[in-house]
Every structure is written in C-alpha cells, then in structure tokens.
C-alpha cells in the first residue's frame, strides 16, 4: 500500500480505476489487480477531497472494504447500506461518480452522504448515524416477502454500533431470522481489539466452508440428542467469547465472524465470497484504521475527520514577495462563546455537568472535559439517553447542560418532552448548529427546532443575535428553574464583544434596536443583522426578539399599533416557527396588522455553502427587502 505524508495536489494517474464506470467494471478484474485498483482509489480520494474539501479520515480507511464489497456483491442488485455517509466517498467513486467528486458538498454537485436520487447505488439516504441496521433489515424483509434472491448488506461503523438504535435492530434481525450481513467497520474509534495471530486464525476458521460445513451439519446430528445441542452451543461460545465479541452477537441470533483485517483484500474477498449466501443473520467484524494510507491522518483521527479544500499556492512574483499586513482577528464561533461559558460557569457552580452525544470537538466541550473532566460526560452517538440523563442528574438537584446540535436534538425529543418538560426539571439545552448549515445538507440544517420546541409547554427558548447575546441567554437559561434551550448558528457572528460577567436578561424582553416608519421588522437570531440592514434601506424599526417562547407580547402589541405591516424573520422553517408564534399573538388579541411571516420555505434545502442557502431562501439582505416590497405593492 503506498503511504501519503501530503494531499496530491494534481490529479494522480489511475489506469485501472478511470476503467470502471460502475461496480460491473470493477468484477471483471482479476484478484490480482485490486491492490493496485485500491493504492488507485485511495490517491483519488485525497486528491478530490483536497480540491473540494470534506469528510476524510473514514473513507480512507474503508477503501479496501468497499472494493471487496462491490467485488464480492452484485450491486446494485445486491443492497449495500451504508451507515454515516461519511465513509461513502470511496463507493461514490466506484458507482459512477468519479469525474464529478470535485463538486461534493457544493451547491447543486454531489451531497456529502449517499442519497437516493443521486444514483441507484445508493440504496438509502443517510446523514445520522446508526440507522443501516434497521433499513437493511427492512430491505431484507420486504426481498423475502417478496420471493427476491438479493442479498443486503448494512456496513457501521465510526462509533454508529454506540447508538440504541442499532441494537433495537440486531436484537430484531436476528429474532426474525433475516438473510441479511452486517459488517462492523471497527476503525479503533468505538469497541476496536488489535488484530492479532489468534484473531486472524479464528476469523479464517469461523468463515471457511469446513468449518460452517461441520457446524451446520453437528447442529442437525446433536438436535437429535436430549441437551448435546445446548452443550456443544455453550462450548462454542466459550471458545469464541476469550478471544473475540463473538458472544454478544451470537446471543442476539447472528452469527459472528472476525475479527479480520479490513485492509487485507483477498482475505476480504475470500470472507464476504463465503458469507454472502449464508443463511440468516450474518455479522462480519473488519478492523480497520482511520486516516489509512494518509499519515498525517492515522496519527490524528479526530483532526483529520474532515477538511476544508486546499488552496493552491499562489504563482511567484515580485508582488507575492511584498509584505502582507496581519490579517484581523476572527470574531468567535459561537461554539467557542459556549465552551467559554461553560468553564466559567462550572467555576463558581459546582452543581454544573455538561453532557454531549459525541459531539465534544464541534460543540467545543475540549478544555472542559481537561479542566472538569469528573463532571464531563460524553455519552456517545446516544442522543435519548443525553436528554434522560440531564433529566435524571436534575432530579437529584445538579444542573445539567446538555450541548447538542440541532439536528441531532430530534432524535431525543419524546425523552424532551416526557422525561424533561412534563416533570419542569431544570435542564439546560445548548442548541448548537441552528439555521443553514451549509455543505452537509438537509440531514444536518436545524431548520426544524423552533417549531417542534415551541409547542412543549414551560419551555424558555432563546435565539442570540450576537455572542455577546449568548453569553448572557445561556446565563439566563441556566439561572432559569426549568427547561430551557439557547438555539445558536454554526460559525461566527458579527463579531459582537464578549464580556466576561456573567449577566442574566430579563425573561421574556426584546429590544428595539431602530425606530422607523411604516414597517416594524421582527427578526428572531441570526436574522437580526440582515433585517438591520434591510431597515436601514427602507427606514423601517427592527426589534430584536430574543425570545422565541414567552414572546414580549407589549413589544408585539405595540409595534402592530404604530406600523402599517409586521414582518417576522427567522432562520427556521416558517410553518410552526417563531412567525407562528407572533400570528398566535395578534389573533388572540384581535389584532388585524398585517403580518408577513420571512424564513425558511416549505422543503428540504439541500446542500451548498450558508451565504448560497440564504440567497437561495430569500433571507440575505436584498432576497427580505424585495419579499417586503412585494408585499408593501
């Protein structure tokens, strides 16, 4: 295998790989070739995702796996699921998409995950993690319903196999007896063991024709003898369980092979080639490394999970040799305002624990977990139990903040509602990645929270209009004896100055931040820096909102009163959002202002970069001022 210190920055030569056109290409190869096909695709795979930035670490480490996938299978016949997308740009490389990888993640190229109307070889959509269990269990359920021969394979991994989901789903497969395989990309992030002369043994024993022969056929022969069946059972597991996790999975109904080694191809192939016409639930563990291949990557998994595209070094020239002034300081990411927060909170409250769902680089939890690690809790990719374990350390009177992305925060909001806001406990919720989030697309943009959170009842909500805002929201929230949320954008802010008390807003009070005439521009957030800008072009009032729940109905009141038209913005969906909440208001009151309701449209906004998506959904600067004039007449 050929070992990469640095991104290609031109196109490497692939011989063998521009042959292939789809995976058909790929099968007529000889074993012999793959190696080669493999060094191929991985320095493909640096080179584009240099040019266009992305997910990194794991698709590199998956290279050999999905050739010997596509190799063994017929896809697209054969499902392959694959589960966070983020291993997939390999396969998407193999099934037809090559010459277009450069556009990945840009708007209109390819998405950062598979997707089911961007090729027939990706049979189902992901973006969150720990759902190809159950989808590959359904394809598998709905072939043998249907009298189909074609085979299912789910591939997880990259800590996926952490999430209850994904246990909900091999305790089904194995309960309905299945033909479907699960590989368990074991990248030494999750519950990896080293490959070791032992465990390469028993991973050829466990998959050899002899051994499924002898297994099989002593299966029928022992059934015949009152409790030889359970013994010779027992004895297997025994043997199985000092030198693998096969016990765990045998439990469940699967049969369990590994573990092997995910970059060895032949062995690979010679597995799958043997697996993939068993009977019932198959489980294959491959290890394999993250970063393969890319130096820089394999000594720093996490760092390298992801990266921004490459810029090329300018041409030389006498210019290039002058002197460039320093460029500014950056404002803060709000992330960064969090973490910050967070530490200084913890320091004068000792109540204080923060929780994350695997999220502990993005939502910026590093220096707390060195500075309070005994009061750090990074629950992996288990976003229900985040939620039930704030609900239960606030029944015992800590104060827990869970730190979650918004798009993530759906998957715990039954335990929300039931486990938090029914019983009023006093949990605080760091949304983060609020609005467009840009290159990841519609699994990852929170565009939904302001609407499925506005209904629960006593929950407080909060959305920032600068860092220094939410500073203060994230004081107030924690201070507040109840469930409360702050909802923050990805990235930086207009670069607001952040004090270091730690002050508190009153609950429930905007603040107008320009009078004007004629329109009164309620914006919500993130929204408030364009409707600033707007209003000053038509002379409008801007009142920041600060709370999407309780809404200052005096400031909604009287801005209705002296303004010939309300216009509500906000960096959600508009159906149920904050502009609901403000209509709710003024028909209660009897109040027939009208109102126009700004944010984002009714459909799934795919992907592209945040300054492209809010073009795109009317919410920059000129897209609100002509949705006003159009309304105005």
């Not at 246990?167 to 070791?196: K, R, W």
């Amino acid at each position: 295998m050929k070992q990469f210190d640095t991104i290609p920055t031109e196109r490497p030569l692939t011989p063998l790989l521009d042959r292939i056109d789809s995976p058909e290409a790929l099968r007529h190869f000889s074993e012999t070739q793959l190696k080669q096909l493999a060094d191929e695709l991985r320095a493909y795979l640096l080179y584009t995702v240099g040019v266009s930035g992305g997910h990194f670490g794991a698709g590199l480490g998956v290279v050999e796996l999905t050739t010997a996938l596509h190799y063994a299978l017929d896809t697209p016949e054969d499902r392959i699921v694959w589960d966070v997308g983020h291993q997939a740009y390999p396969h998407k490389i193999l099934t037809g998409r090559r010459d277009v990888m450069h556009t990945m993640r840009q708007q209109y190229g390819l998405a950062a995950f598979p997707k089911r109307d961007e090729s027939e070889f990706d049979t189902f959509g992901v973006g969150h993690s720990s759902t190809s269990i159950s989808a590959a269990l359904g394809m598998a359920l709905a072939a043998r319903n249907q009298n189909q021969p074609r085979r299912v394979c789910a591939v997880i991994g990259d800590g996926a196999l952490t999430a209850g989901m994904a246990f909900e789903a091999l305790a089904h497969a194995g309960h309905v007896n299945a033909n479907m395989l699960v590989v368990l990309n074991d990248n030494e992030m999750s519950i990896s063991e080293n490959v070791g002369g032992i465990a390469t043994y028993l991973s050829r024993i466990l998959s050899s024709e002899p051994y499924i022969a002898v297994r099989e056929g002593s299966k029928r022969v022992l059934s015949h003898l009152p409790g030889a069946l359970d013994i010779a059972r027992r004895t297997e597991e025994h043997v199985k369980g000092m030198v693998s996790p096969a016990t765990l999975f045998e439990e469940m109904g699967f049969n369990y092979t590994g573990p092997v080694d995910g970059h060895d191809l032949p062995r690979l192939v010679k597995t799958l080639n043997a697996l993939k016409d068993r009977k019932g639930p198959q489980f294959l563990h491959v290890v394999t490394k993250k970063g393969r291949g890319f130096l820089p990557g394999e000594q720093d998994p996490i760092g390298y999970h992801a990266i921004t595209k490459l810029e090329k070094e300018p041409v030389s020239s006498a210019a290039a040799s002058v002197a460039k002034p320093a460029p500014a300081a950056k404002p803060q990411k709000y992330c960064n305002v969090f973490g910050r927060w967070l530490c200084d909170m913890a320091a004068v409250d000792e109540r204080l624990l923060a929780i994350t769902p695997a999220m502990r680089e993005g939502s910026d939890l590093v220096q707390f977990s060195k500075d309070y690690p005994a009061r750090y809790f990074d629950v992996a990719i288990a976003e229900q139990h985040a939620v039930t374990l704030a609900a239960g350390m606030a029944c015992e009177g800590a104060k827990p903040v869970v730190a979650i992305y918004s798009t993530f925060l759906q998957r715990g909001y039954d335990q929300l509602v039931h486990d938090v806001a029914v019983q009023n406990l006093d949990v605080t919720f760091a949304i983060d990645r609020a609005g467009l989030v840009g290159e990841d697309g519609s699994t990852h943009h929170g565009a939904l929270d302001l609407s499925f959170l506005r209904c629960v009842p006593d929950l407080v909500i909060m959305a920032p209009s600068n860092e220094s805002e939410c500073r203060k929201m994230l004081t107030t929230a924690y201070h507040y004896d109840g469930p409360a949320a702050v909802r923050y954008p990805r990235g930086t802010g207009p670069g607001a100055v952040v004090a270091e008390a730690l002050d508190t807003i009153e609950i429930g009070r905007a603040a107008t931040l320009r009078e004007g005439a004629g329109v009164a521009l309620l914006a919500f957030g993130s929204m408030v820096t364009p409707a600033l800008e707007v209003a000053e072009r038509l002379d409008a009032t801007v009142i920041d909102m600060r709370f999407v729940k309780p809404l200052d109905r005096a400031a909604v009141i009287d801005a209705a009163g002296r303004h010939e038209l309300l216009v509500t913005v906000e960096e959600n969906v508009v159906s149920g959002g904050a502009g609901s909440g403000v209509g709710e208001l003024l028909a209660s009151e009897g109040v027939s202002t009208p109102l126009l309701s700004l944010g984002i449209p009714d459909r799934f906004i795919e992907h592209g970069t945040p300054a492209e998506l809010l073009i795109e959904c009317g919410l920059d600067a000129d897209g609100l001022e002509a949705s006003i004039k159009a309304r105005l007449g």
